[in-house]
């Protein structure tokens, strides 16, 4: 066995003491002098950078460390020396690092990856580690040398976390953002945990515009604060708040143990909303509508959600909250999809629908109670699907969303300006008909030459022509409605008032505008007689018309009982099915010839105000 020996004493610096081990035992090795001379410039070099800089065995032992290194974690180099570098590193972080010096001593491939390192005084420090084999050693085994050099990235990491908690934040509120929500999303579904059961909830709040509007963004913006405050402070820690924008936020509720948990926690958050705002001087009072999505009770066993199907459910559930009144939560339900996709179905054939003529209009009679004679027609539209009929109520709402209905509209006017002209072509003088109008359609910039253009195109006398405005419509801008139906009037067009008692009507704008009917709503005709209230309404709005000097029509009259009693009341007419469904016009002139309905004479609507 060779015996090394070498005199430690004769070097002072510690490198120095390195230099000498390092010939001694490349002199062993059978390292030449330049080989030597080489590797003691490079490890000076190392030592230089201040960086660290390790040589190790392939189990991790530290068999040399600079000087630089010991500083920079805190160690006194003997001790260094007397360790594992496996022993420095953070218990987390030990596998995969044995692992990389494993593969290095084996295949000799360069290795590089970010290890935390617990040191000694400072509680750890990153760093960017590089781990080769020392070259000319071509032993695969624990006996092959490695060197470890890297560099301090603590304050980049630092920064980095920094960043990633800032890329996960809401900057106005502080909450989460939709990042941050699709990482919660993602962590639960990779967890797992049977038996428990994880929400999300999306509340909107309710009238948050009109804050905008009336005290301006700032203030907006400073309810949005104090909004993500209160949820933040009304949830537990592990359930967590994300602002999608605007005025949406997310509860994601985790660890539930029931669904009725969950509705607890929605009942604090809309009481803690409701409670008053002082923004700027002013209390501010603001409700939400929330809808909550549950993911199954074994979700092991399912499919997990994606963010954007969490979001769909929520959403879905959210908006069945504000249609039910607002102020209050909603839980998702499969009926609501169903729904959804039907109007989404149904509103994609309707574009179709136009362009094959699907759409036609029926015609429903208006006559006096007391003979029968029709005074008027009104005309509905209707649509022939070929999968079959859809309700009015169904599309026509569609259409006012997606902005066919002034489309449609003109349409329907210009087809029952066509009809009447040629009804009378044929001698079947219908004295008046009356044509629904939609409150986009009669905001519209364009309405005015619309119903101009039909009337010309027709040939007929304009004031036979009566529009059916509801009281929304009229009273949104009553300035303008008035200037609009002045122009209108001047034409010679009609108007009736659509479903009155149903909206918000002021019965000084009745006097002021140029209206000629009331039509009384049929909720109150097919319930005047099993209630009083509905009685009482309906006669009030009889002798409203009269005194205004207007023309009480009565809609949905179905039975005998309904027609006595609306004619012994004074009421002028009357439509619904007790006289006649509405109907195709071919049905309609045979109707006529055959003598089942009977066209009258007299003009009432001359009566109503010019």
């Known amino acids: 066995m060779t015996s090394i020996t070498f005199d430690v004493a004769l070097a002072h610096d510690p490198v120095d003491r390195d230099f000498v081990a390092l010939d001694a035992l490349s002199s062993a090795s059978g390292q030449s002098a330049d080989e030597r001379a080489a590797e003691r410039e490079g490890w000076a070099l190392l030592e230089a950078t201040g960086d660290l800089a390790l040589q190790t065995e392939a189990a991790g032992r530290i068999r040399r460390a600079t ?41 000799g491939t360069v290795r590089r990856d970010r290890f935390r390192f617990v040191c000694g005084i400072r509680s750890s420090r990153w760093i960017d580690l590089r781990i080769t084999r020392r070259v000319n050693d071509d032993r695969a ?20 976390r920094q960043l990633v908690e800032l890329s996960y934040q809401d900057p106005l509120t502080g ?11 993602a962590e639960f579904s990779a967890r797992g945990t049977p038996g428990q ?10 009238g948050f515009k009109k804050v905008n509007d009336s005290l301006g963004h700032e203030f907006g913006d400073a309810l949005l604060k ?64 929330i809808g909550l999505a549950f993911a199954g009770t074994t979700p092991l066993t399912e499919t997990p959600l994606t963010e ?24 998702y339900s499969p009926e609501y999809e169903h729904r959804l996709d039907e109007q989404f179905r149904i509103e994609q054939s309707m574009f179709e629908a136009v362009q094959n003529g699907e759409f036609l209009l029926h015609y429903q009679p208006i006559v006096w109670p007391e003979t029968g004679e029709i005074c008027a027609t009104e005309a509905l539209m209707r649509w022939e699907h070929p999968q079959g009929a859809i309700a009015p109520d169904v599309f026509i709402p569609m259409a006012e969303n997606n902005g066919l209905i002034k489309h449609l509209g003109a349409w329907a006017l210009r087809c029952a300006c066509a009809q009447l002209a040629s009804w009378d072509a044929q001698g079947i003088h219908v004295q008046h008909m009356s044509v629904n109008v939609s409150p986009v359609q009669f905001r519209h910039p364009g309405f005015l030459d619309s119903v101009r253009n039909a009337i010309h195109d027709a040939g007929i006398v304009p004031d036979r022509v009566v529009l059916e405005i509801t009281e929304s419509a009229l009273m949104t801008d009553p300035a303008a409605t008035e200037s609009l139906l002045t122009e209108l009037r001047a034409l010679g067009i009609r108007f009736a008032v659509d479903d009155f008692g149903t909206g918000y009507s ?28 509905a009685r009482t309404i309906v006669s009030a709005v009889m002798s409203l018309s009269r005194e205004l000097g207007l023309v009480a029509i009565a809609e949905g009259v179905e039975s005998d009982a309904q027609a006595h ?7 002028t007419l009357v439509q619904g099915w007790r006289y006649a469904h509405a109907l195709p016009p071919g049905e309609f002139e045979r109707a006529l010839r055959a003598g089942t309905l009977r066209l009258g004479h007299t003009d009432v609507f001359s009566q109503g105000q010019a």
């Not at 209160?230 to 605007?246: E, F, H, K, P, T």
Request: net charge neutral; hydrophobic share 40%; proline share 2%.
């Open 67 to 107: 000087e630089s290194s010991a500083h920079l974690l805190d160690y006194p180099r003997e001790y260094l020396l007397r360790v594992s570098v496996l022993d420095i590193v953070a218990a987390e972080e030990r596998q995969r690092l044995a692992w990389l010096l494993q593969r290095c001593a084996q295949d």
């Open 141 to 160: 085994d624990e006996r092959a040398e490695l060197l470890l050099t890297g560099h301090d990235v603590t304050d980049w990491v630092e920064n980095e």
């Open 175 to 185: 909450a989460g953002n939709r990042a941050y929500m699709r990482k919660r999303i």
């Open 197 to 206: 059961l994880f929400a999300l909830a999306l509340m909107d709040l309710d």
């Open 226 to 289: 104090e909004i993500g405050k209160r949820l933040q402070d009304a949830l537990r820690s592990r359930n967590m708040v994300a602002r999608l924008g605007g005025d949406e936020f997310v509860l994601m509720l985790e660890g539930l143990d029931s669904e009725s948990e969950a509705i607890r926690i929605l009942e604090r958050v809309i009481h803690v909303c409701r409670q008053p705002f002082h923004l700027g001087g002013c209390q501010v009072r603001i409700t939400t509508s």
């Open 308 to 331: 954007s199907q969490w979001l769909r459910r929520a959403d879905l559930a959210m908006y069945e909250a504000k249609a039910l009144g607002k102020n209050r939560y909603c839980l």
């Open 506 to 533: 002021s019965l000084s704008y009745l006097r002021r505008f140029p209206l000629s009917a009331l039509k009384i709503d049929r909720s109150f005709v097919s319930d005047m007689m099993d209630s009083p209230h």
């Open 565 to 571: 009693l609306l004619s012994a009341q004074g009421c």
